[in-house]
């Protein structure tokens, strides 16, 4: 300031205006210094946001490819009797909610949140799987409570109990629907069969009932109850060769029927095959001995096989069971008046 002040006094002993000097003095223009601390401060911060976006982008595509590798379904082989499409669908959709889920979200958020996300959105599938599978006409579930599956033996069981009922109110269509279906949904329904063969029975529909027994013979060749009962249907027509076929197949399933040996017995005798008659009343007989019918039937058979003696007590055994009714009992004195 000391050089200023001078130059000051300088000018006003030569006479000029201090004011004016001061003024053109102060007019100068300084010069300009430029501060490079702002543009500095920009650029670092460029490159700070260019290592940070560079940064986030090796972190994404690191989380892109982690998600597909570990979610893949692993090949298997398919469990004999458990739906292809139950199956399936578990490692499916495993692997769907892994490549679906907000990559972004994975880096941004805490790992405990991230963590818990999965568990939602899967909980929200669960929900939305049960609704669909509960209206699935194919009852196919992959998740929440089972639908319950009738068996054909329940469905059976239902429809013979629809049809007994339809019997007891005379709803008699009704009825030989419910057996129908009965057997349609468990075919060795037995139950079915046989009520629907009395019933047909009942209607004098004697061939309709032929033709459920034989299918139920088809189903069940051992079945000697439904071989006898189709036996005395063919008698009925007067086809005795056909019966005592139906009987001769099913005999060994029937060796503890004492019916069943003495109605083949009965029909061996009307073929004149007397001695093979006699071997089975006699198999009848060891099971039930007081059997009236079947002694005077054994008689009939040995009389007509010329053995007189064996006869002769048979008919007497006959007498002596007071089974007959009096107008066997008179035939059977008869026969002993004739030995």
Do not use: C
Not at 164 to 169: I, L, M, S, T
Not at 309 to 317: G, I, K, L, N, S
Request: aromatic letters at 4%.
């Amino acid at each position: 300031m000391s050089l200023v002040n001078q130059v000051l006094n300088d000018l006003e002993k030569r006479g000029v205006n201090v004011t004016q000097a001061d003024a053109a003095i102060r007019a100068v223009p300084r010069p300009m210094r430029i501060n490079w601390l702002p543009y500095v401060l920009i650029v670092l911060f460029l490159l700070a946001a260019a290592v940070t976006a560079k940064w986030y982008l090796t972190r994404e595509e690191a989380v892109v490819v982690e998600p597909v590798v570990t979610a893949s379904p692993a090949p298997f082989e398919l469990v004999p009797g458990i739906s292809d499409v139950a199956i399936l669908s578990a490692p499916l959709e495993a692997s769907a909610v892994a490549v679906a889920e907000p990559l972004p979200e994975t880096v941004e958020q805490p790992a405990a949140e991230v963590a818990k996300k999965p568990a939602r959105r899967t909980a929200g599938r669960t929900q939305g799987d049960t609704a669909q599978s509960q209206n699935d006409p194919a009852g196919v579930v992959t998740s929440g409570a089972p639908m319950k599956v009738i068996s054909p033996q329940q469905r059976a069981e239902n429809e013979f109990g629809k049809a007994n009922q339809a019997v007891q109110e005379g709803r008699i269509d009704d009825a030989l629907t419910g057996y129908e279906n009965a057997l349609l949904s468990d075919p060795n329904h037995k139950a079915s069969r046989r009520a629907w063969v009395n019933l047909l029975l009942g209607l004098k529909r004697n061939e309709d009932a032929e033709r459920v027994l034989l299918k139920g013979l088809r189903r069940d060749p051992h079945d000697a109850s439904f071989a006898m009962l189709l036996a005395r249907l063919q008698v009925e027509r007067n086809a005795v060769p056909a019966a005592l076929e139906t009987l001769q197949r099913n005999l060994p399933d029937a060796v503890d029927q004492a019916d069943y040996q003495a109605f083949m017995a009965a029909l061996l005798q009307r073929q004149d095959r007397h001695q093979e008659a006699v071997i089975l009343f006699q198999k009848a007989l060891a099971l039930v001995p007081d059997n009236g019918v079947w002694l005077m039937g054994m008689g009939m058979s040995l009389q007509a096989a010329q053995r007189k003696e064996e006869a002769r007590a048979a008919y007497q055994r006959a007498l002596d069971s007071k089974t007959l009714n009096p107008q066997l009992q008179e035939f059977v004195q008869q026969k002993l008046k004739e030995l």
